[in-house]
């Protein structure tokens, strides 16, 4: 993630293709791994965006 925060939607895209290239299996194991660990943020930061609109 960049200095500018994504919005919600950004982020969730992001996220989801991450996921969509990870199940694709065509991915070699260390960009795997780097892509697993943006995702995780990714989906923290997607958590910490809707508690804060609850």
Known sequence: MDEKKP???EA???LTELVKK???GEM???DSVAAYEKGIKL???CEQLLK???
């Open 12 to 14: 969730y895209k992001e």
């Open 52 to 54: 804060q609109d609850e």
């Open 28 to 30: 070699p194991l260390a």
């Open 7 to 9: 919005s919600f939607e």
């Open 43 to 45: 989906k923290e930061y």
């Open 22 to 24: 990870m199940e694709s």
